[in-house]
Nanobody, 124 residues
Framework: VQLQASGGGLVQAGDSLRLSCEPS????????MAWFRQAPGKDRELVAA????????VYADSVKGRFTISRDNIKNTLYLQVDSLKIGDTAVYYC??????????????????WGQGTLVTVSS
């Protein structure tokens, strides 16, 4: 499964963005999915995850209350609404799919499929 993330850009602190992620082709399998990010010089970290049925979500403490993960299983699209952006949110954001939900925690999980990333740059 190839994933395509989009929606990043250059914004100011306090602004909002909506990131999107779609598979390159439709698949019959509905996967648990997530957004990760990697800031310059830092390790990749899980931002948020959502179960295949959209009933369960997990968030990193650093984004709780500011970011919202959602999915449209009819459009086969994953979203990340990012509000109240901070300079520290600057990173490449990646979407991922295919982990077992019981392994997903705010500290991360092993996802099988990854997108190419979309850059979010937050300026002061």
């Amino acid at each position: 499964v190839q994933l395509q993330a989009s929606g990043g850009g250059l914004v100011q602190a306090g602004d909002s963005l909506r990131l999107s992620c779609e598979p390159s082709e439709r698949t019959p399998t509905r996967y648990n999915m997530a957004w990760f990010r990697q800031a310059p010089g830092k390790d990749r970290e899980l931002v948020a995850a959502i179960s295949a049925d959209a009933y369960s979500t997990v968030y990193a403490d650093s984004v709780k209350g500011r970011f919202t993960i959602s999915r449209d299983n009819i459009k086969n699209t994953l979203y990340l609404q990012v509000d109240s952006l901070k300079i520290g949110d600057t990173a490449v954001y990646y979407c991922a799919a295919g982990a077992s939900w019981r392994t997903v925690t705010p500290r991360g999980a092993e996802f099988r499929y990854w997108g190419q990333g979309t850059l979010v740059t937050v300026s002061s």
